[in-house]
């Protein structure tokens, strides 16, 4: 089956503007989880949708938010940017339930914000 | 909160040589361990994983064992070739029962070269 789409692959963007970035699951998969990837900080979580609703938020300010549609497509918008923000975003899908959470990445977007 | 620490890199090892990645945690219940792996320019692939103490996670000639007593989850090689040059994440998850979710809280990283 189809694996994790992640689209685009590479953005460049200037500081002050704003991003969209977009993760299509597995089918099937109800879960989609987003995570910031940088040389300094590592891999740290940003959020978690599960059939459309927020299940679990990270440690990151109020312009990075993200929303899961009714086909489990999800996107993660990241306003107002600085150059911080610069990182390689992963999309994470799952099942989403206790009994079988295996997580299947995508191959990423890098931002680069200059 | 929950933590992640693994041996700092890198790792350069011959091709044949014996792999171990230390990885140990902390956490507040009982959380799913997992090894990922990172390819050049790639996403993370699940390597293994173990959801229970004493379980051993296996793939690809990596295996790794939960150990709950000394919360660790190292990670094993017998003979490493020149393509698991990668870098390789020690991670858990740990429900977070009110909610039915879960997040992987991952270690820093450690990135492995393997010359011929």
């Known amino acids: 089956k189809a694996g994790v789409t992640q689209t685009p692959r590479y953005l460049i963007k200037t500081r002050g503007q704003q991003v969209t970035l977009s993760c299509s699951p597995i089918?099937?998969?109800?879960?989609v989880s987003w995570y910031q990837q940088t040389p300094g900080q590592g891999l740290q979580f940003l959020f978690e949708?599960?059939?459309?609703?927020?299940?679990n938020k990270g440690n990151f300010p109020g312009r990075f938010s993200g929303r899961q549609f009714s086909n489990s497509r999800s996107e993660m918008n990241v306003s107002t940017l600085e150059l911080g923000d610069s990182a390689l975003y992963l999309c994470?899908?799952?099942?989403?339930?206790?009994?079988?959470?295996?997580?299947?990445f995508g191959s990423g977007t890098r931002l680069t914000v200059v | 909160g929950d933590s992640v620490t693994q041996m700092e890199g890198p790792v350069t090892l011959s091709e044949e040589a014996f792999l171990t990645i230390n990885c140990t945690y902390t956490?507040?219940?009982?959380?799913?361990l997992f090894w990922y792996v990172q390819y050049p320019g790639e996403g993370l692939q699940l390597l293994l994983k173990?959801?229970?103490?004493?379980d051993k996670g296996s793939n690809k000639g990596f295996e790794a064992t939960y150990r709950k007593e000394t919360t660790s989850f190292h990670l094993e090689k017998g003979s490493v070739q020149v393509s698991d040059s990668a870098v390789y994440f020690c991670?858990?998850?740990?429900?977070?029962?009110?909610?039915?979710?879960?997040?992987?809280?991952f270690g820093k990283g450690t990135k492995l070269s393997v010359i011929p």
């Open positions: 994470a899908s799952s099942s989403g339930t206790a009994d079988n959470y295996g997580y299947t």
């Open positions: 089918s099937g998969h109800r879960s």
């Open positions: 949708y599960f059939s459309e609703t927020q299940r």
């Open positions: 956490a507040t219940g009982y959380p799913s």
């Open positions: 173990a959801t229970k103490a004493d």
């Open positions: 991670a858990l998850s740990e429900g977070n029962v009110g909610a039915g979710s879960y997040q992987l809280t």
